[in-house]
């Protein structure tokens, strides 16, 4: 490493010395290696994917994207969930195959909603038959096996069915099951609950921390696995008998979650999950190939990809057993996310999706507005990673904050307001990073549906996800509106050039070299979309020229490095009176560059 008087003698400013000493410095930190994490059967980082809803994929190479770009923010293994459909050992062996070929590990985690407990021989035989693949995952030198539920297995008799003496870690509950014949045990209680898998009361709340608290008296010394886990929103109508309507309290978990992580003194992380599209909780790309379970209703547009650019430097943290996130921070990031309504909005004349008649003896059944819906904030979180303390500035619609915010990883929110979401650091007077996200929060009923999941937006912005086609192919069944078209509809957020340079941390890619702000994917060019009233189509067509482009009323249809708006002279423009908030976002950019069109907006 280079020496400050060494770095002096090359001429660099004092300042510049300063950031290069410490990117040096946080690249040097070395993370415990896998080999060792495996060998103490301590410190593994896993996330939970769903076998399930990837029937489509044809190959292993189906499989390359995620299993790299998991390792990319040091996830080490992931844990394939697997049912009993036709499909699953054909792509169990893709995975395996896949995994091998990318450097990264797997194992089966069986899904007792579908494999029986009463079946350990079943269970066994399906351990053996991928335990020697070259991608299994061992710890303590033995395969690693897991679960979703399945109390009532005999861990005993199905690790002798299988003959390969697997470590098993499932998802056994405290009180319902022994922990004679298991290694560990899994925590699914990612999310405060009433402790009846609905959203917690202040009469009724069991924490996620009681949760670990409960499996580690309960487990003694054996291996705990944490669950860590962004949010849950889920809205299904007959799909599943309409059972499946609810949300837990989410906000800003992502961010507190993780700190509880690194003090917490856990042996093993699982994040739930990669991909389970429809209870909002993926922490992978929209893009990642797979199915419809009619989740895309509300995940359309909704990428979480942010989400591991935070997750990164907590994973590296958390390998080393350090409590303190600052060190593994290698870029500078800001990362955020909101709901797209405010909890007020009602959609009722529009979501009728629940109001088939159904049997209501489960005590399951919520129409409209999710059960749970009072325990989500009207928040916009935003995180920021730093390298050295800088000044933020949030903005959602009329409100706003700033913040002076130190190194490391920091958690602020501002209330949520309808209109444009926009975020900006900046340290010594000189812009950092900032920009616009493309999802306006609106008092539209998107789909004319309800739907709690979350928007992530990160700055530099990342490589423009979307959903497929097979990802799409259930969005439209069952709605109640004609406005809603299975096609994405978002661009990837621009950066707002900056008007000052950049400096060169925030000039590096974040994840790829296809996420730096000059993306081609951003867009620079847009419609009114389809369906949208034809009164936004000048708004549309100038806003998305320059990089501004909500989804919802615009769609981009053109991407690239969008240039700079014009100046205007700062005047703030509103919609006209009787015009829906929607357009509020939209006049407040295209006013405020000069361009506000009677009929449309105003300044207000
Ligand atoms: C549940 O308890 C936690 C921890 O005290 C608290 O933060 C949360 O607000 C509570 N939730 C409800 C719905 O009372
Ligand atoms: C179904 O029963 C639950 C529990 O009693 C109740 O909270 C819910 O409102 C009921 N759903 C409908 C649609 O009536
Ligand atoms: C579009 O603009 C016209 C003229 O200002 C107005 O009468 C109409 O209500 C607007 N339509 C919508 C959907 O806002």
Not at 228 to 252: A, C, D, I, Q, R
Not at 369 to 386: A, R, S
Not at 407 to 427: D, H, I, M, Y
Not at 585 to 599: A, K, N, Q, R
Request: proline residues 6%; hydrophobic residues 35%; contains cysteine.
């Amino acid at each position: 490493m280079l020496s400050m008087a060494s770095l002096r003698r090359l001429g660099l400013s004092a300042l510049a010395a300063a950031a290069s000493l410490s990117s040096l410095a946080s690249a040097d930190v070395s993370v415990r290696s896998l080999e060792s994490r495996q060998t103490a059967a301590d410190k593994l980082v896993f996330a939970h994917f769903m076998i399930g809803i990837v029937g489509d994929r044809t190959s292993a190479s189906d499989y390359d994207s995620d299993f790299q770009l998991a390792k990319s923010v040091g996830i080490d293994a992931f844990a394939l969930n697997i049912g009993t459909d036709s499909y699953t050992d054909q792509q169990l062996e893709y995975a395996y195959t896949s995994a091998a070929n990318n450097g990264m590990k797997v194992f089966i985690s069986f899904d007792f909603n579908w494999w029986s407990t009463g079946d350990a021989a079943g269970v066994g035989a399906k351990v053996k038959q991928f335990a020697g693949h070259p991608a299994q995952l061992q710890v303590d030198g033995r395969p690693f096996v897991s679960s979703f539920a399945g109390d009532g297995l005999d861990a005993n008799a199905m690790k002798a069915a299988s003959g390969v003496n697997p470590y098993f870690v499932p998802n056994f509950h405290p009180g319902q099951s022994s922990t004679d014949g298991i290694d560990g045990a899994f925590s699914w209680q990612a999310w405060d609950t009433n402790g009846n898998n609905k959203a917690p009361t202040p009469g009724a709340n069991v924490t996620v921390a009681q949760g670990d608290a409960s499996y580690k008296s309960w487990l003694g010394g054996k291996t705990y696995m944490a669950p860590v886990s962004p949010w849950f929103s889920t809205h299904y109508g007959p799909e599943v008998l309409y059972s499946k309507n609810f949300v837990f309290p989410s906000g800003p978990l992502w961010y507190n979650r993780w700190q509880e992580i690194l003090t917490g003194g856990f042996n093993f992380v699982e994040i739930i999950t990669w991909n389970d599209i429809g209870e909002s909780h993926y922490v992978g790309p929209l893009s990642s190939k797979h199915g419809d379970d009619g989740g895309s209703k509300w995940a359309n547009d909704m990428d979480h990809s942010g989400w591991l650019t935070l997750a990164k430097p907590f994973i590296a943290a958390f390998k080393n057993g350090d409590t303190d996130v600052s060190k593994y921070i290698e870029d500078e990031h800001v990362i955020y996310w909101y709901r797209r309504n405010l909890k007020s909005l009602n959609c009722d004349a529009t979501d009728t999706t629940f109001n088939a008649p159904a049997n209501n003896a489960s005590g399951n059944y919520f129409e409209g507005i999710p059960n749970g819906w009072q325990t989500m904030d009207d928040d916009v979180y935003v995180v920021t990673l730093l390298k050295s303390s800088a000044s933020l500035s949030a903005t959602s619609g009329g409100n706003s904050r700033s913040f002076n915010v130190p190194a490391g990883a920091t958690l602020n929110t501002v209330p949520a307001g309808l209109g444009k979401q926009s975020f900006a650091v900046s340290r010594n007077g000189q812009n950092v990073l900032s920009g616009t996200s493309l999802m306006d929060i609106t008092d539209v009923c998107n789909c004319g549906i309800y739907n709690f999941n979350a928007f992530v937006g990160e700055l530099p912005a990342g490589p423009r996800d979307v959903l497929g086609p097979d990802g799409l192919t259930s969005l439209t069944v069952g709605l109640h509106v004609t406005t809603c078209l299975p096609q994405p509809s978002l661009g990837t957020n621009p950066s707002v050039p900056a008007s000052q340079p950049a400096t060169p941390t925030s000039a590096k890619p974040s994840k790829t070299s296809s996420a730096a702000p000059s993306d081609p994917t951003n867009c620079n060019g847009g419609t009114v979309a389809p369906g949208e009233s034809g009164n936004f189509t000048g708004l549309c067509s100038f806003a998305c020229s320059y990089g501004y482009c909500p989804v919802g009323p615009c769609v981009c249809t053109s991407f690239g490095q969008a240039p700079a708006p014009p100046a205007g002279d700062g005047r703030d423009g509103c919609p006209i009176a009787g015009e829906p908030s929607s357009y509020s976002g939209l006049c407040s950019f295209t006013c405020s560059h000069g361009y506000c069109p009677e009929g449309a907006c105003q300044y207000c």
